[in-house]
T-cell receptor, first 109, second 115 residues
Framework: DAKTTQPNSMESNEEEPVHLPCNHSTISGTDYIHWYRQLPSQGPEYVIHGLTSNVNNRMASLAIAEDRKSSTLILHRATLRDAAVYYCIGGDSNYQLIWGAGTKLIIKP | ETGVTQTPRHLVMGMTNKKSLKCEQHLGHNAMYWYKQSAKKPLELMFVYNFKEQTENNSVPSRFSPECPNSSHLFLHLHTLQPEDSALYLC??????????????FGNGTRLTVT
């Protein structure tokens, strides 16, 4: 059971980097670490995923600890449109993903 | 525009009504999913279809009946619902799990209220 732990909420200033932490100490060796976000009144949106190495895409970067017990989602320059609930999930297939409460990210202008 | 379209966006129904939720995707995906998102509860997977065949049913009550006529369309038929079934129902799609990991693409959901 790849349960994850995230802070309930975080605040950040606009145009500054944001580091969203996630602990997943029970993750198995084949479980990916997935990040999705959900903007108000919308369905969740895929952000990024990784297994062992750090990953970058146009939306964010994912830094994975060497022991894979934690990871950090990095938004390099937050905008007001990044205000959302961010979900960190472990699993090796979509139907095994166990969604938690996520972190509500508040961006201050 | 997410590529996954759900209709209607909002639905109010009585406990004796029968209604259906519709989901459509044109992303070329062959796996489709129904999720339930209740207030203050995590997202719950309800059903999974791969290549039109149901592969997961997470102990969902029989008053929810899914239908997948083809890889692009998914329905959730509702009958004799209870007030606690009021929630946001989300549809998602992806490439089949047999093709390596493929991210989920979600629609914006149907907000269901059972009175």
């Amino acid at each position: 059971d790849a349960k994850t732990t995230q802070p309930n909420s975080m605040e950040s200033n606009e145009e500054e980097p944001v580091h969203l932490p996630c602990n997943h100490s029970t993750i198995s060796g084949t479980d990916y670490i997935h990040w999705y976000r959900q903007l108000p009144s919308q369905g969740p949106e895929y952000v990024i995923h990784g297994l062992t190495s750090n990953v970058n895409n146009r939306m964010a970067s994912l830094a994975i600890a060497e022991d894979r017990k934690s990871s950090t989602l990095i938004l390099h320059r937050a905008t007001l449109r990044d205000a959302a609930v961010y979900y960190c999930i472990g699993g090796d297939s979509n139907y095994q993903l166990i969604w938690g409460a996520g972190t509500k990210l508040i961006i201050k202008p | 525009e997410t590529g996954v379209t759900q209709t209607p966006r909002h639905l109010v129904m009585g406990m004796t009504n029968k209604k259906s939720l519709k989901c459509e995707q044109h992303l070329g995906h062959n796996a489709m999913y129904w999720y339930k998102q209740s207030a203050k509860k995590p997202l719950e997977l309800m059903f999974v279809y791969n290549f039109k065949e149901q592969t997961e049913n997470n102990s969902v009550p029989s008053r929810f009946s899914p239908e997948c006529p083809n890889s692009s369309h998914l329905f959730l038929h509702l009958h004799t619902l209870q007030p606690e079934d009021s929630a946001l129902y989300l549809c998602a799609s992806s490439h089949s799990s047999g093709q390596g990991y493929s991210p989920l693409h979600f629609g914006n959901g149907t907000r269901l209220t059972v009175t």
